[in-house]
C-alpha cells in the first residue's frame, strides 16, 4: 500500500513548504538562525500533528501482531468484516489530508 513512500514523500511537502513560505516572507537566498529556528519548530509541529499517530498505530499493531493467536483472531476478523482496514486507515490517520498543508491550485504553477 505504499505506506513507506508515502511516510517519506509526505514529511519532504511539507518541509518544502516551510523552506517555500519563508523565502517568499524575507526574500532572501540564505536563511538566518532565527529564521531556520521558526522553520525547524513549525516543521516538528506540523509533523507530529500528521505522523504521531500513524506511528503510534503501528508500533502497537506491530507488537500485537507478533503474537500468533492475535494474528490469527485478526486475520479471521479482516476475512469477515474487510471494512476493518478502512476504519484502521481512518484511525491512525493515514486517510486523513496533511494538516497545516498549504493547497496549490495545480493550474497556477
Known amino acids: 500500500i505504499a505506506g513507506g513512500i ?3 514523500i ?11 513560505a519563508h523565502r517568499d516572507t524575507h526574500h532572501s537566498t ?3 538562525s532565527d529564521v531556520l529556528d521558526s522553520i525547524r519548530y513549525e516543521y ?5 500533528r500528521n505522523f504521531s499517530r500513524r506511528l503510534h498505530m503501528a508500533a502497537l499493531f506491530a507488537h500485537l501482531f507478533m503474537r500468533p493467536i492475535c494474528t490469527r483472531i485478526a486475520a479471521d476478523m479482516v476475512e469477515r468484516v474487510p471494512q476493518l482496514l478502512t ?6 490517520g ?5 494538516r497545516g498543508a498549504r493547497q496549490f491550485d495545480v ?3
Open 94 to 98: 493515514k486517510a486523513d489530508r496533511l
Open 30 to 32: 540564505a536563511f538566518s
Open 107 to 109: 493550474a497556477q504553477s
Open 10 to 20: 509526505q514529511p519532504a511537502y511539507l518541509l518544502c513548504e516551510q523552506l517555500i
Open 6 to 8: 508515502s511516510l517519506a
Open 44 to 48: 516538528a509541529a506540523t509533523w507530529r
Open 87 to 92: 476504519w484502521g486507515a481512518r484511525c491512525s
